[in-house]
Nanobody, 124 residues
Framework: QVRLVESGGGLVQPGGSLRLSCAVP????????MGWYRQAPGKERELVAVINSGGITNYPDSVKGRFTISRDNAKNTVYLQMNILKPEDTAVYYC??????????????????WGQGTQVTVSS
């Protein structure tokens, strides 16, 4: 089973920064759309950021200006730089490649791949 591998989560104070990384297996590294989603306790999973192979990005208003998604195709890795973190950013963050991220970019992809998630906690 193909799975993405996230890393970089942890505990950070409000106003701090974290960078998440997502290692994408070479077998699916050519997928156009990749992204980050998060799920807080008692809430539905929500979009954080998506990026396509051309570098076009999309963010919800809740993180726009604070979070930046990028991808290094040579390293098969997707990053999420998170700055000015707030307590409401606390959640499990998941990396996605395929159907879900593609939908957020307005395109279709037949397969969907997820990571296991990494916990981000913003608290003083």
């Amino acid at each position: 089973q193909v799975r993405l591998v996230e890393s970089g989560g942890g505990l950070v104070q409000p106003g701090g920064s974290l960078r998440l990384s997502c290692a994408v297996p070479r077998s699916i590294a050519s997928i156009n759309a990749m992204g980050w989603y998060r799920q807080a306790p008692g809430k539905e999973r929500e979009l954080v950021a998506v990026i396509n192979s051309g570098g076009i990005t999309n963010y919800p208003d809740s993180v726009k200006g604070r979070f930046t998604i990028s991808r290094d195709n040579a390293k098969n890795t997707v990053y999420l730089q998170m700055n000015i973190l707030k307590p409401e950013d606390t959640a499990v963050y998941y990396c996605n490649a395929g159907t879900t991220a593609a939908r957020a970019m307005g395109v279709r992809w037949p397969y969907d791949y997820w990571g296991q998630g990494t916990q981000v906690t913003v608290s003083s």
